[in-house]
């Protein structure tokens, strides 16, 4: 099968790591027999400089007519630290997400057996835990109507829902669970908000009238926060709206031991992206110490999304195996001398060759940046 890859690597770590996640996709399509071509667009800091845009118009196109889209990271510090930029980096993905109509954004999020003692909670909280976060991604006050008075001193931003918005990525959270631990978490704030209460509503009568084998539960947000970290195994599915999502799947990173592991997914109806939950990280831009693997298991999913589950789960395992085998980069070993290139090296090649690579693993040449297999 032939595969039209729209490729955004975006600002400061975002071309280093996404190119190893381009790699793996080569090495996958030599491996199963497919073609994956990469068709490159300008988004972010990077766009700005160059289009004064952070989403030029042929960008979305080149997003429009590929099968998927990978996304590397945006954001650069002349723009970040200053707060009258009238242009910003982040303007460019939500214009993108809306663009393509991606209201469904996914992360997994799991407690790897080898980097247990790698996470700040403690091995008896963590070990086990495996969990979707389902983050609605179009709506909420990130995008709603946004007010400062003229003097400057007095600002407001609006969080609106509609039915619609939330039973979409509702359906999409219960279709999911029935695939796990049939088991749904909505994290809301129905106590204060009108929009979480509309939440409640909503999602209760789909579960009762489609999903009846689903267990549902509910969780206010300060309430789930502070579960995610005294017990984040009890998790299955997690729903939420736009910004509470947000925050709540950045603070569940750190159950794996590093940002630089997470995966996800942006969907819509006709539309996919995927892209690693870690920022640009411009401190590391160009010294080859960025981990490649959040990248990489996008990709993952990016297959996953084509169909192609059978090749998804290779690359899963062959970094299942690079973890456990120690083929990592410092933020997870501080005495690791593998870099990004490395690690996206081992991983590729271990796709192809995985019963060879486990038996002859050689340290020295992976560092050396030569062939894994001896």
């Keep these: 099968?032939?595969?039209?890859?729209?490729?955004?690597?975006?600002?400061?770590?975002?071309?280093?790591?996404?190119?190893?996640?381009?790699?793996?996709?080569?090495?996958?399509?030599?491996?199963?027999?497919?073609?994956?071509t990469f068709e490159e667009g300008l988004v972010g800091a990077i766009a700005i400089d160059k289009t004064g845009n952070?989403?030029?118009?042929?960008?979305?196109?080149?997003?429009?007519?590929?099968?998927?889209?990978?996304?590397?990271?945006?954001?650069?510090?002349?723009?970040?630290?200053?707060?009258?930029?009238?242009?910003?980096?982040?303007?460019?993905?939500?214009?993108?997400?809306?663009?393509?109509?991606?209201?469904?954004?996914?992360?997994?999020?799991?407690?790897?057996?080898?980097?247990?003692?790698?996470?700040?909670?403690?091995?008896?909280?963590i070990e086990g835990a495996d969990m979707l976060i389902y983050r609605e991604l179009t709506g909420g006050i990130y995008f709603g109507e946004k007010h400062l008075s003229e003097d400057?001193?007095?600002?407001?931003?609006?969080?609106?829902?509609?039915?619609?918005?939330?039973?979409?990525?509702?359906?999409?959270?219960?279709?999911?669970?029935?695939?796990?631990?049939?088991?749904?978490?909505?994290?809301?704030?129905?106590?204060?908000?009108?929009?979480?209460?509309?939440?409640?509503?909503?999602?209760?009568?789909?579960a009762k009238e489609e999903y009846p084998q689903i267990e549902l539960d509910f969780l206010f947000v300060d309430?789930?926060?502070?579960?995610?970290?005294?017990?984040?195994?009890?998790?299955?599915?997690?729903?939420?709206?736009?910004?509470?999502?947000?925050?709540?799947?950045?603070?569940?990173?750190?159950?794996?031991?590093?940002?630089?592991?997470?995966?996800?997914?942006?969907?819509?109806d006709e539309h996919g992206l995927f892209e690693p939950i870690h920022g640009s990280y411009p401190q590391a831009k160009g010294k080859n110490i960025a981990n490649p693997i959040a990248s990489i298991l996008s990709a993952a999913l990016l297959l996953d999304y084509l169909g192609l589950n059978e090749e998804g789960n290779a690359v899963r395992e062959a970094v299942d195996i690079a973890l456990a085998n120690g083929v990592v980069t410092s933020d997870l070993d501080e005495h690791s001398t593998y870099g990004t290139k490395a690690v996206g090296d081992y991983i590729s090649v271990l796709i192809q060759s995985a019963e060879e690579l486990v038996v002859n693993l050689n340290h020295q040449n992976i560092s050396l940046g030569q062939s894994t297999i001896i």
């Design 223 to 268: 309430n789930a926060a502070m579960q995610m970290i005294l017990d984040p195994r009890q998790f299955d599915v997690i729903l939420t709206e736009n910004m509470f999502g947000d925050i709540i799947s950045d603070e569940a990173s750190v159950i794996g031991g590093s940002i630089g592991l997470l995966a996800s997914a942006s969907v819509g």
């Design 54 to 125: 952070p989403l030029p118009d042929e960008t979305i196109k080149i997003c429009l007519r590929g099968d998927a889209v990978l996304f590397g990271a945006i954001g650069d510090p002349k723009y970040d630290t200053n707060p009258d930029a009238k242009v910003r980096p982040e303007q460019g993905l939500l214009k993108l997400r809306k663009s393509l109509g991606l209201y469904t954004n996914v992360r997994p999020v799991k407690a790897y057996p080898t980097l247990l003692d790698k996470s700040p909670l403690k091995r008896n909280r």
């Design 152 to 206: 400057g001193k007095q600002a407001s931003d609006l969080c609106s829902y509609s039915e619609e918005e939330i039973s979409r990525i509702a359906r999409m959270a219960f279709e999911a669970a029935k695939l796990r631990r049939k088991k749904v978490t909505l994290v809301d704030k129905a106590n204060v908000l009108e929009t979480s209460r509309l939440w409640r509503r909503v999602v209760t009568k789909i």
């Design 1 to 36: 099968m032939e595969y039209k890859i729209a490729l955004l690597s975006g600002d400061g770590i975002g071309p280093e790591v996404a190119k190893q996640a381009v790699n793996v996709l080569e090495s996958v399509g030599k491996a199963f027999g497919h073609t994956f």
